[in-house]
């Protein structure tokens, strides 16, 4: 069974940072591009960065581009996302995603993880 | 980026309805989108992929169709268990990758 387990989450200040996990199970995590989604309180979907299985090819949406690093470790099969210089604005439940086979969808996510920045 | 718009963004329904919602994408993504469900507290999970491709485990109930720029989801026969919200999300071209707004579907 396919499970992906965020963890790291948490209240922080503005301009503070904090490191999110995700533990992965069930498949053989790199053979997969993984994901990080975010959903603030009461809103949609935001998609936040990717990564490739070999970590070659690596994007970000603008809203995070220089703040927020991804990063894996196939040999721990674990995704992660530092999050630096932290806003108001990104606080928000965090979902790894795994991509599909066939493109660039979402065919498992974890549970989340609800990053709050305030002061 | 291409922008995707969803409507409505909310309605009501009853049990047993047939129910439609739309996706329109700024410009054509062939039939590079998904749908998914999401209900209160819980992580998105995907239906319907490749615009009319069901994802394995989903109800038959469920139906997409489109390609370009206007896509359709159908619930045939709405069980309570479908109250939930709904996103459109395209992977045609990326970055980024983009989603709707979502449309909450409530009960009557």
């Known amino acids: 069974e396919v499970q992906l387990v965020e963890s790291g989450g948490g209240l922080v200040k503005p301009g503070g940072s904090l490191r999110l996990s995700c533990a992965a199970s069930?498949?053989?995590?790199?053979?997969?591009?993984m994901n990080w989604v975010r959903q603030a309180p009461g809103k949609g979907l935001e998609w936040v960065s990717s990564?490739?299985?070999?970590?070659?090819?690596?994007y970000y949406a603008d809203s995070v581009k220089g703040r927020f690093t991804i990063s894996r470790d196939n040999a721990k099969n674990s995704l992660y996302l530092q999050m630096n210089s932290l806003r108001a604005e990104d606080t928000a439940v965090y979902y790894c995603?795994?991509?599909?086979?066939?493109?660039?969808?979402?065919?498992?996510w974890g549970q989340g993880t609800l990053v709050t920045v305030s002061s | 980026a291409i922008r995707m718009t969803q409507s409505p963004s909310s309605f009501s329904a009853s049990t047993g309805d047939r129910v439609t919602i739309t996706c329109r994408a700024s410009q054509g993504i062939s039939s590079y989108l998904a749908w998914y469900q999401q209900k209160p507290g819980k992580a998105p999970k995907l239906l319907i992929y490749a615009a009319s491709t069901l994802q394995s485990g989903v109800p038959s109930r469920f139906s997409g169709s489109g390609s370009g720029t206007d896509f359709t989801l159908t619930i045939s026969c709405l069980q309570s268990e479908d109250f939930a919200t709904y996103y459109c999300q395209q992977y045609y071209s990326y970055p980024p990758i983009t989603f709707g707004q979502g449309t909450r579907l409530e009960i009557k």
């Open positions: 069930g498949f053989t995590f790199s053979s997969y591009s």
């Open positions: 990564i490739s299985s070999s970590s070659s090819y690596i």
């Open positions: 995603a795994r991509e599909g086979q066939l493109g660039s969808l979402f065919d498992y």
